[in-house]
């Protein structure tokens, strides 16, 4: 039994138990999501059946497709592996995914999807808490703390909360002064936004300049989901301008490439600290 353990695959990551049950789900997951992506491209007239929702979501399909599914099994595979980096970042794309996924229970019309959409966001959830359950903080933290600043990054997922809340509070604000009924999709966006995107970073924000585990836990996969979040915005940007034959969002593009750089900085120290251990 002794021998077993000391052959077991990532059994030096600072986790408590086994991470099974994840990766089954994320497994499970995975297959969902690369279905109802493509279903979504292949039949989006029937599934999306306007125009309006089909250049909101068809883009986000290829995204998914395309940037979401394959980071989300490379990191999991880098997990299963014993990789420290793997298991910092899964959480973070698991995040993204659950992110990305509340608009399609919200906006999409109802029909033979709206299941899988419901196992997508129950699964990123059940993942995500299966794997933050199982990390030991403690041990994490004496890992990455000599090698991992603290503060500076804790401020800036704080600020990214901060501008978050004031951002969209703006947004529904300026709806109710002017009595405009907003989209949907909009609507779905603040539902996301403050119930998942500011709690999160505002606690890990804390966290993190507090020196807690917890901050360790996530800050890193935190870092790594508004990255892909914001470089995913690229693509998505460029193919609705060819859906709409409009001129391309520059300012839109440039914004999202600033964002993802801003991100990856401190997830690069994550990496680093990781990579040292």
């Known amino acids: 039994m002794k021998n077993n353990r000391k052959n077991s695959p990532g ?3 600072p986790v408590r138990g086994r991470l099974d049950l994840a990766y089954a789900a994320t497994l ?3 297959l969902i999501m690369a279905g109802t992506s493509l279903s979504g491209l292949l039949f989006s007239d029937h599934l999306y059946q306007n125009i309006e929702i089909q250049q909101t979501f068809m883009p986000t399909d290829a995204v998914n497709l395309c940037i979401e599914l394959p980071v989300l099994l490379m990191f999991m595979w880098l997990t299963k592996r014993g990789s420290l ?3 910092l970042s899964w959480p973070g794309i698991l995040f993204s995914i659950l992110y990305i996924y509340i608009p399609y229970i919200i906006c999409v019309p109802f029909g033979m999807l709206f299941i899988p959409y419901l196992l997508l966001v129950a699964l ?5 808490a299966g794997i933050l359950a199982r990390i030991n903080g403690e041990e994490l933290k004496h890992r990455l703390a000599g090698s991992v600043p603290a503060r500076i990054p804790g401020i800036i997922l704080t600020g990214l909360g901060v501008f978050i809340f004031f951002w969209q509070g703006y947004s529904i604000l300026q709806a109710l002064i002017h009595n405009v009924s907003p ?3 909009e609507i779905a966006m603040w539902i996301a936004d403050f ?6 970073l505002l606690i890990a924000g804390i966290c993190l300049m507090q020196r807690k585990p917890f901050g360790y836990m996530v800050g890193g996969g935190l870092f790594f989901a508004y990255a892909v979040l914001s470089f995913g915005l690229i693509p998505f940007l460029i193919i609705q301008s060819r859906m709409n034959n409009a001129s391309l969002d520059t300012g839109g593009i440039v914004a999202a490439l600033i964002m993802t750089i801003l991100c990856m900085i401190p997830f690069i120290y994550f990496i680093r600290g990781a990579a040292l251990k």
């Open 195 to 200: 119930t998942l995107a500011v709690p999160s």
């Open 124 to 128: 990123s959830t059940y993942s995500l």
């Open 183 to 185: 989209g949907n999709h």
């Open 28 to 30: 499970i997951l995975a």
């Open 85 to 87: 980096i793997g298991l």
């Open 11 to 13: 059994q030096h990551l």
